[in-house]
């Protein structure tokens, strides 16, 4: 079966230090992959999401980055965090013409 | 382009009553409706889905959901509340033809009374 892997799930930062957020995905090949973030009150915004290996599409303009060095791993990064990066940031899958994704369990980062 | 619009943020209702999650989408397409749960600190679950065919949906833990093209609605439904449906719930939408982006509601929170 597929499962999904994220961490960590807790993490605090202080503002201008780099981050790296690591998702990975067991059981399955070639997955669409996702980064979506929910800040405090509001609802999940979709960051980036990736069809192939090295393939990264960006769908807002941000402080942060995504990259995908294997087929199975996706990464989301910063080189200096902001205070508005602050949220609870959530990778997930799917697999391509599938209509269903499968979220990790999440990362809550606060950046002080 | 398709998104989706949740009304209310917050809603309460006494254990035992009727939970009604309000959810309207906005589609160019046919539209792949969904909906996820999400405990605290906890990523998505899945609760339900509409892609094709029978157009009242039903999930796990007693929640249904019916898709009304007329109304371009697909309000979340349960009949009797249990203290353990405290949560937060996201109604979203699939495009499906466009690497499978999936465009959330702001969510609803629940609350149940004792």
């Known amino acids: 079966s597929q499962t999904i892997h994220q961490w960590p799930a807790t993490l605090v930062q202080p503002v201008g230090s780099p981050l790296s957020l690591e998702c990975t995905v067991e059981g399955t090949s070639n997955p669409n992959l996702y980064w979506y973030r929910q800040a405090a009150g509001r609802g999940l915004q979709l960051l980036f999401y990736s069809v192939g290996i090295g393939q990264i599409s960006s769908e807002v303009p941000q402080n942060l980055s995504a990259s995908r060095p294997q087929d199975r791993q996706f990464i989301l990064s910063s080189k200096k965090l902001l205070l508005s990066d602050s949220g609870f940031y959530l990778c997930a899958w799917s697999v391509p013409g599938r209509n269903v994704a499968f979220f990790g369990q999440g990362t809550r980062l606060t950046v002080v | 382009a398709q998104s989706v619009t949740q009304l209310g943020s917050h809603v309460s209702v006494s254990e035992g009553a009727l939970v009604l999650l309000r959810c309207n989408y906005s589609s160019s397409v046919p539209p792949y409706l969904f909906w996820y749960v999400q405990y605290p600190n906890q990523g998505l679950q899945l609760l339900l889905k509409?892609?094709?065919?029978?157009?009242l949906v039903k999930g796990i833990n007693g929640f249904e959901a019916e898709f009304k093209k007329s109304e371009t609605s697909f309000h979340l439904t349960k009949p009797s509340a249990h203290m353990s449906d405290a949560a937060e719930y996201f109604c979203a939408v699939c495009d499906l033809y466009n690497f499978n982006k999936f465009y959330f509601g702001s969510g609803t929170k629940l609350n149940v009374k004792p």
């Open positions: 509409y892609t094709t065919g029978a157009t």
